[in-house]
């Protein structure tokens, strides 16, 4: 078995190892602000392609609608096919889902620290 240490985005140090310092918590902070942005810009995407191909927005339209939805604000836009009216639907959900994931994925690093700094000796 190897002892070499295993490098992984979401494995945070354990009970027993010391806090992380400063710098480095900053560094898994930044990781953690990218997977964010990811997840959020892949999202914008998914509503803009499902905006522009179902109800026939143009790029900008596709983008404020979707956008709307993720920020929790709701379409902007009429919608007239029954294909889009279900596309919206479903898109609102997965941007309710989005919001969780992204606020647990941003806060973690934050929440860990201060747990961890609670059980050093």
């Known amino acids: 078995m190897s002892t070499k240490k295993k490098h992984s985005l979401f494995l945070f140090e354990t009970r027993g190892q010391p806090l992380l310092s400063r710098p480095a918590f900053f560094k898994r902070q930044l990781?953690?602000?990218?997977?964010?942005?990811?997840?959020?810009g892949g999202s914008l995407l998914i509503g803009?392609?499902?905006?522009h191909f179902l109800e026939n927005l143009s790029w900008v339209d596709a983008f404020l609608n979707s956008a709307m939805l993720l920020g929790g604000m709701g379409p902007v836009d009429p919608l007239h096919t029954v294909a889009g009216k279900i596309f919206a639907g479903l898109y609102s959900l997965y941007s309710g889902i989005v919001f969780l994931i992204v606020a647990g994925v941003l806060f973690a690093p934050i929440f860990h620290r201060m747990l961890h700094h609670f059980h050093l000796d």
């Open 48 to 51: 803009m392609a499902g905006y």
């Open 31 to 40: 990781k953690h602000i990218g997977i964010v942005l990811l997840i959020i």
